[in-house]
């Protein structure tokens, strides 16, 4: 866990009282998959304002299912908060990912908020893999993703962020990121996971100690009781990371870390770990577009 907090800036950049109801975007999911009839389905698939759900024909027999969560909204602005839940029932396999990088606009006062709750069942086969999530200059967001797993699951999941577009000249001044993830298994925490990024956040990230002039990071999770067997095979595939990288594994768990210049680099690292943890199975169709 770390933590880095400036607050220097935060009144100049603060600082409008109230925001019209108008303006907020609320979007919420609650997706859950079954196992019938020896395939994996979806069985509820709540969607209520700016987000949507959809799952694509799977492209061969056999294939699991990838759903795809779209945010109609085009991004997250000053007050919008989107909810969105998934649970895996026993011995159910699919992935879940997002349509395109989620954008995170200017705040006008404390932010948007994302949180996420993932539920996995005995014997399931989860993961989450939503795209990155940009900020733009004098974003506020308070992500929080709280993961629940059983006995005997396999789970593998991607949280990304990148600090402006470096390729449309965009750069993260100011702003404020708040990024929680909670990992229980069989009812005990075995993962935590905090960083804080507040006021100054170009100047926080070039300290070597937080982000060593990085504009992009990522942190990728397996939980399974192989993890351990993917920890040689994935530092030899990050050996070709274009950023900075490393993975550790304890317990049945693997972590990845990915610190990155920009977006792309950021993209290039994450697929080269997924590769693996994937066991070369390609990624997602929207990962690809």
């Not at 304002?49 to 699991?64: D, K």
């Not at 993962?191 to 990522?218: C, F, N, P």
Request: with cysteine.
């Amino acid at each position: 866990m770390y933590r880095a907090i400036a607050t220097s800036e935060e009144t100049t950049h603060g600082a409008v009282a109230s925001v019209p109801a108008s303006l907020r975007s609320p979007g919420t999911i609650d997706l859950s998959f079954v196992r019938r009839e020896g395939r994996t389905a979806a069985h509820r698939t709540f969607q209520s304002g700016c987000m949507r759900v959809r799952i694509p024909r799977p492209g061969h027999a056999g294939e699991a299912p990838c759903a795809v969560l779209i945010n109609t909204a085009g991004g997250v602005a000053e007050g919008d908060r989107i909810d969105q839940r998934v649970h895996w029932g026993e011995d159910t396999v699919a992935t879940v990912a997002t349509q395109a990088a989620e954008k995170v606009y200017r705040a006008l006062a404390s932010g948007a908020q994302i949180n996420t709750r993932l539920d996995v069942a005995r014997g399931a086969d989860a993961e989450w893999l939503p795209q990155e999530t940009i900020l733009f200059d004098n974003s506020r967001l308070r992500r929080d993703a709280r993961i629940v797993l059983d006995e005997d699951v396999t789970f593998l999941g991607v949280e990304a962020v990148v600090l402006g577009r470096q390729a449309m000249g965009e750069t993260l001044r100011h702003g404020a990121l708040r990024d929680r993830m909670r990992i229980w298994r069989n009812g005990r925490l075995v993962y935590a996971d905090t960083l804080v990024l507040d006021g100054e956040v170009s100047r926080l990230m070039e300290s070597a100690a937080i982000g060593g002039g990085a504009r992009a990071m990522a942190v990728l999770v397996h939980a399974s009781n192989r993890a351990a067997s993917f920890l040689d095979p994935v530092r030899e595939a990050l050996e070709a990371a274009r950023g900075l990288a490393a993975a550790s594994s304890w317990n049945g768990l693997l972590a990845v870390r990915l610190l990155a210049p920009d977006g792309e680099t950021l993209r290039h690292d994450i697929a080269a770990a997924l590769a693996v943890l994937r066991a070369g199975r390609p990624l997602p169709r929207v990962w690809r577009c």
